[in-house]
Antibody, heavy 118, light 110 residues
Framework: QVQLVESGGGVVQPGRSLRLSCTAS????????MHWVRQAPGKGLEWVAV????????YYGNSVKGRFTISRDNSKNTLYLQMSSLRAEDTAVYYC???????????WGQGALVTVSS | QSALTQPASVSGSPGQSITISCTGT?????????VSWYQQHPGKAPKLMIY???NRPSGVSNRFSGSKSGNTASLTISGLQAEDEADYYC??????????FGGGTKLTVL
């Protein structure tokens, strides 16, 4: 069964940076695009970013564009989200999700909580 | 990248059917059959229930079905069961090569 495990969450002060990781297993990571999706406490899902299977293309949601960077290391089966200039409104559980055909999200990780607070 | 519009809540009794609507625009739902639906129980990760408007992944009950007309997609759950009580989210690919979710619908099984 596909497995996605996020790590790197925690409490960070406004304006600081944090990097999330998502380690993939039990599938060929380099064959799939990957997404980050977040969910603020008590709120709905918000799409954050996508990276193509080979890292050649990256797209971002308006609320994080210019502050967040998605990347991947196919040799390590790992997806990253570098978050900078963090704001209180970035507080959320961040999920990584596997892309299927640039269409939908077929597997999700368990999520990593990021809290931005002074 | 405005969120798709879903009702905040729906409810139904066991055995009944309910439908959740998801309204977008001509830049997302209206232009692509890339509509998917996700079920989320409290404290859990979302789970794919429907993809490409009306397709069910392996292992998802055939009580779940999807459809689309114009800019609006719908998820129907028939034969409601207590375990169906959860939050449901629609999602669509957009013309900007981004994805958008609905605000979510809380399903209560009475």
């Amino acid at each position: 069964q596909v497995q996605l495990v996020e790590s790197g969450g925690g409490v960070v002060q406004p304006g600081r940076s944090l990097r999330l990781s998502c380690t993939a297993s039990r599938f060929t990571f380099s064959n799939h695009g990957m997404h980050w999706v977040r969910q603020a406490p008590g709120k709905g899902l918000e799409w954050v970013a996508v990276i193509w299977y080979d890292g050649s293309k990256k797209y971002y949601g308006n609320s994080v564009k210019g502050r967040f960077t998605i990347s991947r290391d196919n040799s390590k089966n790992t997806l990253y989200l570098q978050m900078s200039s963090l704001r209180a409104e970035d507080t959320a559980v961040y999920y990584c999700a596997r892309d299927r055909g640039a269409d939908y999200f077929d597997y999700w990780g368990q999520g990593a909580l990021v809290t931005v607070s002074s | 990248q405005s969120a798709l519009t879903q009702p905040a809540s729906v409810s139904g009794s066991p055995g009944q059917s309910i439908t959740i609507s998801c309204t977008g625009t001509s830049s997302d739902i209206g232009s692509y059959n890339y509509v998917s639906w996700y079920q989320q129980h409290p404290g859990k990760a979302p789970k794919l229930m429907i993809y490409d408007v009306s397709n069910r992944p392996s292992g998802v009950s055939n009580r779940f079905s999807g459809s689309k007309s114009g800019n609006t997609a719908s998820l129907t759950i028939s034969g409601l069961q207590a375990e169906d009580e959860a939050d449901y989210y629609c999602s669509s690919y957009t013309s900007s090569t981004t994805w958008v979710f609905g605000g979510g619908t809380k399903l209560t099984v009475l």
